[in-house]
């Protein structure tokens, strides 16, 4: 366990002091800033503008921060070399993907809250308040975030960064459209799409799983259960592309 904590920290150094997380925390939360401001113009006084915005700015540059920084965790190591001195250690494959991964969630965990307190400072001057229900949707955010992840971490492991990066992002769309292409399959009458638009459906996580962000914005109750669906659906699918990620990343020769 020293050992998997010793990677996840050095990963989480590595990450924290990279550039390209700074520039997009601190556009996103310009945005989320922003989203105060928004409200006071006269048609945007409701302070669902703020929560609804900042929702969204937490989902979709968590996301970018989860894709263009986890792409990089394996190739970085294979590129400066680094991967050799390490797993010529008494540490496992699997071990050495699960450090990368969880030093990565814990910059992600810095980066939402940064961001979840933004949000909570601007809606702290509007009838709305400091609402903590709304961190039901901050933490099934989160959890989509982990998924994503994950899916950069496993493209890592056998492409180029600029491939794991489009396909990363592919998934990342996908997954909130396919509700979309499971219908639109259905009603072009063709057999070929109607079969291939409903086996993405039934193969590919759908994100909309984690998208409470309507309800939380309308103030709609939200029950313990779907909480927690939701959480084991997004564990369920980590899982999957963890044990894929070992496969691959088992049958590589660095020599």
């Known amino acids: 366990m020293y050992k998997l904590f010793a990677i996840a920290n050095n990963t989480f150094k590595e990450t924290i002091r990279d550039r390209i997380l700074y520039n997009i925390l601190i556009f996103a939360v ?17 302070p669902r503008i703020v929560i609804d915005l900042s ?38 494959r699997p071990f050495f993907l699960l450090g990368k991964y969880l030093g990565l969630l814990m910059t992600l965990l ?13 809606l ?23 998924l994503i992840t994950m899916i950069s971490l496993f493209f890592s492991c056998f ?6 990066a489009i396909f990363s992002l592919s998934f990342y769309v996908i997954g909130y459209v396919t509700d979309d292409l499971k ?42 259960e779907q909480i927690l669906l939701s959480t084991a659906y997004g564990i369920f699918y980590i899982a999957i592309f963890y044990t894929l990620s070992i496969v691959i990343f088992s049958r590589k020769d660095f020599k």
């Open 183 to 224: 219908i639109l399959g259905a009603k072009s009458g063709s057999y070929l799409a109607s079969q291939a638009t409903g086996l993405l459906y039934q193969v590919l996580p759908n994100l909309n799983y984690f998208n409470i962000r309507g309800a939380i914005v309308h103030s709609l109750p939200i029950s313990l």
């Open 30 to 46: 310009i945005l989320i800033g922003f989203s105060y401001f928004l409200r006071k113009l006269d048609l945007l006084q409701d």
């Open 159 to 164: 492409t180029t960064t600029t491939l794991a």
């Open 124 to 146: 702290a001057f509007t009838e709305r308040g400091i609402d903590l229900g709304i961190l039901r949707a901050v933490f099934l955010t989160y959890v989509e975030l982990m």
């Open 55 to 92: 929702l969204a700015c937490i989902s979709i540059f968590g996301a970018i921060i989860s894709i263009f920084i986890g792409i990089g965790l394996v190739y970085k190591e294979v590129e400066k070399r680094t991967i050799y001195t390490i797993l010529s250690k008494p540490i496992s």
């Open 110 to 122: 810095v980066n939402v809250a940064i961001m979840t307190l933004v949000m909570y400072l601007a």
